[in-house]
């Protein structure tokens, strides 16, 4: 660490020593829980930290001002998030449990895995090798990294590998008699 920054560090330090008082009254006033008000309070120097440079050459009552309208800032917004968690909490008990949800890309597989087996089997290897990266979890640009190529064409992989898989899978559906995708998604599986 260079002098400089060592002098930086100290002048940090003595501001916080010289106004920490001032930021805790402000958030104490209205925040009854002390751990939100030592979570708040650190907010406040974070933000004064990435500001240093424009908070040191103030005075300190402009300090002061700064410091305790910021903690004013963050105390509100802290207070909107707190009142929306309490409403979704409640709102969400307030909701009947429902034993299973089922989409209708679950009764598609549910009606027969083995059927998507067997699509997914009949496809090239790029084909399953793209769906099955998405079906990991990747998007277009990790699949892109992983494969070499760029996100565009990753998704245009995607695509083309997705189109595939439908065309399977309702070519192995009418062959069986079960349902097609696009009947599935209209809901009109029995």
């Given at each position: 660490?260079?002098?400089?920054?060592?002098?930086?560090?100290?002048?940090?330090?003595?501001?916080?020593?010289?106004?920490?008082?001032?930021?805790?009254?402000?958030?104490?006033?209205?925040?009854?829980?002390?751990?939100?008000?030592?979570?708040?309070?650190?907010?406040?120097?974070?933000?004064?930290?990435?500001?240093?440079?424009?908070?040191?050459?103030?005075?300190?009552?402009?300090?002061?001002?700064?410091?305790?309208?910021?903690?004013?800032?963050?105390?509100?917004?802290?207070?909107?998030?707190?009142?929306t968690?309490?409403?979704t909490?409640?709102?969400?008990?307030?909701?009947?449990?429902?034993?299973?949800?089922?989409?209708?890309e679950?009764?598609?597989?549910?009606?027969?895995?083995?059927?998507?087996?067997?699509?997914?089997?009949?496809?090239?290897?790029?084909?399953?090798?793209?769906?099955?990266?998405?079906?990991?979890?990747?998007?277009?640009?990790?699949?892109?990294?992983?494969?070499?190529?760029?996100?565009?064409?990753?998704?245009?992989?995607?695509?083309?590998?997705?189109?595939?898989?439908?065309?399977?899978?309702?070519?192995?559906?009418?062959?069986?008699?079960?349902?097609?995708?696009?009947?599935?998604?209209e809901?009109?599986?029995?």
């Open positions: 660490m260079t002098d400089e920054q060592h002098d930086d560090r100290d002048r940090f330090r003595r501001f916080v020593a010289a106004h920490e008082w001032l930021v805790r009254a402000v958030l104490s006033r209205s925040e009854g829980n002390a751990s939100d008000v030592e979570e708040l309070c650190s907010d406040v120097f974070v933000l004064a930290y990435e500001r240093f440079e424009e908070l040191s050459p103030l005075n300190a009552a402009q300090q002061r001002v700064w410091l305790a309208r910021t903690a004013r800032f963050l105390m509100a917004n802290h207070g909107r998030r707190a009142t968690r309490r409403r909490a409640k709102r969400l008990r307030a909701l009947p449990a429902l034993d299973e949800v089922e989409s209708a679950d009764t598609v597989v549910s009606h027969d895995a083995d059927l998507v087996g067997r699509a997914l089997a009949s496809l090239d290897a790029g084909h399953r090798q793209v769906l099955v990266l998405r079906a990991l979890g990747h998007d277009g640009p990790s699949i892109g990294r992983m494969l070499g190529v760029t996100a565009a064409t990753a998704r245009k992989r995607l695509m083309m590998a997705r189109a595939a898989f439908a065309a399977a899978y309702e070519q192995l559906n009418t062959v069986d008699g079960t349902a097609t995708i696009s009947e599935a998604r809901g009109r599986v029995s």
